[in-house]
């Protein structure tokens, strides 16, 4: 098992920055990737980014490329999302999930990659 908790929520004015981070701990040896995914209200879980344990190779959702950043601390099992220039249509609950599988970078996208989720935390940009 993976335990993954997610910090660094809260709320922002458009065009402020937030950071996310999310612990692992548990058997975080077996993950091969973590990913964060988003969820506004009445629409489904979204892509945001991912990125590999090892060699750090990244993916991201074209809605937020440039402006995030995924990072990892191995030593720490902790993921990073640092989010620049925030939008209004940034509003929602931010999740990370560690996958166990080893694929392609860009099979990180679908949430069925993953094989842990930690709990969420909202972020609320507003205009």
């Known amino acids: 098992q993976v335990q993954l908790v997610e910090s660094g929520g809260g709320l922002v004015q458009a065009g402020g920055s937030l950071r996310l981070s999310c612990a692992a701990s548990g058997r975080t040896f077996s993950s091969r990737a973590m990913g964060w995914f988003r969820q506004a209200p009445g629409k489904e879980r979204e892509f945001v980014a991912a990125?590999?344990?090892?060699?750090?190779?990244?993916e991201y959702a074209n809605s937020v490329k440039g402006r995030f950043t995924i990072s990892r601390d191995n030593a720490e099992n902790t993921v990073y999302l640092q989010m620049n220039s925030l939008k209004p249509e940034d509003t929602a609950v931010y999740y990370c999930?560690?996958?166990?599988?080893?694929?392609?970078?860009?099979?990180?996208?679908?949430?069925?990659?993953?094989?842990?989720w930690g709990q969420g935390t909202q972020v609320t940009v507003s205009s």
């Open positions: 990125i590999r344990w090892s060699g750090g190779n990244t």
């Open positions: 999930a560690a996958a166990v599988g080893y694929y392609s970078v860009t099979y990180y996208i679908r949430a069925r990659a993953y094989d842990y």
